[in-house]
């Protein structure tokens, strides 16, 4: 049997992550499930698409990744099933695929839709029967029907200009390493080899990328493009979101510091 993992905005404050991983035992006996986190922020979809975007990709073909984040977004939920290098994704239909997957997602097909009086239970569930049959059967074989996914709001990308580029922060790791939602493609689309600046706040200022942290001196800020492509502010063995001030501003739930990088 396939890899089954889950991604959700659950926490562990309540039983809520037991409960999906009982609801999907049961449909599917014996399955593996691994975690990618349930720790992502209620309603920063940015947070948890690159979040999955940057699990996915270590995956072996035919694992089944079950999102769990904002399930009940719409007036009519509905679960949806995309594939993407022989790996399934099933998630809500909340604009979380066509961000983490990196493309405007095509063949995308309708699992389920949750009706006025059903519930989280019925949802996972839905999912987990779905996951089970992809253990021998491809997507087409389902008889599921086509669906566009709605995508991700404008906003959510870059902005890109001939002479620049205006990302935002989208995720604070545990080492206070800052993740923006530019990624090493739209890096070089745009740069072209050109020199550039990468303007912080308190007028910081970075030049050029690194690969990796201990590239610059202890205490030294730096730009790296991550494992998943994409580009990370730090500093090398300090934490470059509280002393350049970055953050995700929770309160105002999808407002975001900027990041502006000018091409020469």
Same mark, same amino acid.
């Given at each position: ?7 959700? +905005? ?6 809520? $992550? ?10 599917? !006996? ?5 975690? %990618?986190? @349930?720790?992502?922020?209620?309603? @920063? ?9 940057? *699990?996915?990709?270590?995956?072996? *073909? ?14 009519? !939920? ?6 993407? *290098? ?13 961000? *983490? ?19 989280? @239970?019925?949802? %996972?569930?839905?999912?987990?029967? %779905? ?7 491809? !997507? ?19 902005? $890109? ?6 990302? @935002? ?15 090493? +493609?739209?890096?070089? #689309?745009?740069?072209?080899? #050109? !020199?550039? #600046? ?7 200022? &970075?030049?050029?990328?690194?690969? #990796? ?19 990370? &502010? ?31």
């Amino acid at each position: 049997m396939g890899y089954i993992t889950l991604l959700s +905005d659950f926490g562990y404050q309540d039983a809520s $992550v037991a409960s999906a991983k009982g609801i999907l035992a049961q449909v599917m !006996p014996g399955s593996q499930v691994i975690d %990618i986190t @349930h720790q992502t922020d209620p309603f @920063h979809l940015q947070q948890a698409a690159y979040l999955l975007s940057a *699990a996915y990709r270590n995956f072996p *073909a035919g694992t089944c990744h079950i999102v769990l984040y904002d399930i009940f977004y719409g007036s009519k !939920p509905a679960l949806v099933l995309s594939e993407k *290098a022989g790996q399934y994704f099933l998630a809500p239909d909340n604009g979380i695929l066509p961000l *983490a997957l990196g493309r405007q997602t095509e063949g995308c097909m309708l699992c389920y839709e949750l009706s006025d009086n059903g519930s989280m @239970h019925d949802w %996972i569930s839905a999912a987990g029967q %779905i996951a089970g049959q992809l253990q021998t059967m491809a !997507p087409n074989a389902l008889g599921l029907p086509l669906h566009e996914v709605k995508n991700a709001a404008r906003y959510l990308q870059p902005k $890109v200009e001939p002479n620049g580029l205006e990302g @935002h922060v989208i995720h604070i790791d545990r080492f206070g390493n800052v993740v923006t939602n530019i990624t090493e +493609d739209i890096f070089s #689309r745009t740069g072209r080899n #050109r !020199p550039f #600046r990468i303007g912080l706040v308190r007028d910081e200022v &970075i030049t050029e990328i690194s690969r #990796r942290y201990n590239e610059v001196k202890e205490g030294e800020k730096l730009c790296r493009f991550n494992s998943a492509g994409y580009l990370e &502010i730090a500093i090398n063995r300090g934490n470059a979101a509280v002393l350049l001030g970055l953050r995700l501003q929770r309160e105002q739930h999808l407002i975001y510091n900027t990041i502006k990088i000018a091409f020469e």
